[in-house]
C-alpha cells in the first residue's frame, strides 16, 4: 500500500489515462495501480499524493473529513486588510459558499522553482503572493475566490496537505517519493 508524494508540474493532466495535447501523470509515475487522492487542475502546480488503497485515499481528498491544503497563490495586484478578510470568510460564488479558511500576504517564496512558461508579467500591474489554507477543495476554488477579491490569480502551487509537505519532502516538479501511510494515518488522531 504505497502513498506517493508528488510534485506535479504545471500544465499536467491529473489522470494516467493520455491526452492529445499534454503530458498526464503516466508520463512520470510508472508504479501499477495508484490513483490520486485528489486533484490539481492542468494549470495548477504541487504536492499531490497518490495511493492504491480506496479508503486511505478517501480519507485523505473527501471533504468532509477536513484535510487542510495549503497553496500559494500568485496575484495580479497588492491585497488589502479588506480583501484578506473577505478571503478568509465564506465567500458566496453562485454554485457555493465556501467554508471560512487562512489567508495571508508573504512574501515571494525564495526556495521556489521557475515555472515553464513564465507567467505573463505586466509593467503597471504588481504582483503579490498569499499562503492560503483550505478545508475543502471545489474546482477551481483558489482562482474563483482570489479573483472575487480582485486579486487574479497568476500561479497556484499546493505545498501541503494535511502534515505532508513540499518544504519535508523537497521535490522539484516531476519529482516523486514514497512515504508510510502510517504517517498520515497518526496524523489524523
Keep these: 500500500m504505497p502513498l506517493i508524494l508528488f510534485n506535479k508540474p504545471f500544465n499536467v493532466m491529473c489522470q494516467f489515462s493520455a491526452h492529445p495535447e499534454r503530458q498526464t501523470l503516466a508520463d512520470f509515475l510508472h508504479i501499477p495501480d495508484i490513483y490520486p487522492a485528489g486533484r490539481l487542475d492542468a494549470d495548477s502546480e504541487g504536492l499531490l499524493l497518490l495511493t ?3 479508503r486511505l485515499q478517501h480519507n485523505i481528498s473527501h471533504p468532509d473529513l477536513k484535510q487542510p491544503k495549503t497553496y500559494l497563490v500568485q496575484v495580479e495586484g497588492t491585497p488589502d486588510a479588506a480583501a484578506l478578510k473577505k478571503l478568509r470568510s465564506p ?3 453562485g454554485d457555493f459558499v ?3 479558511c487562512e489567508a495571508k500576504h508573504i512574501e515571494e517564496p525564495t526556495w521556489l522553482w521557475p515555472r515553464n512558461p513564465p507567467i505573463r508579467q505586466r509593467a ?3 504582483t503579490s503572493w498569499l499562503a492560503i489554507t483550505l ?3 471545489k474546482n477551481r476554488q483558489v482562482r474563483r475566490m482570489t479573483a472575487a477579491v480582485g486579486l487574479p490569480t497568476l500561479r497556484l502551487i499546493r505545498i501541503a496537505i494535511g502534515g505532508f509537505t513540499l518544504a519535508a519532502h523537497p521535490l522539484l516538479p516531476g519529482e516523486f ?3 508510510s501511510p502510517a504517517d498520515f494515518l497518526s496524523d489524523r488522531q
Design 91 to 93: 465567500i458566496d460564488l
Design 52 to 54: 492504491d488503497d480506496g
Design 124 to 126: 503597471k500591474a504588481p
Design 177 to 179: 517519493c514514497e512515504v
Design 98 to 100: 465556501t467554508r471560512p
Design 135 to 137: 478545508s475543502e477543495g
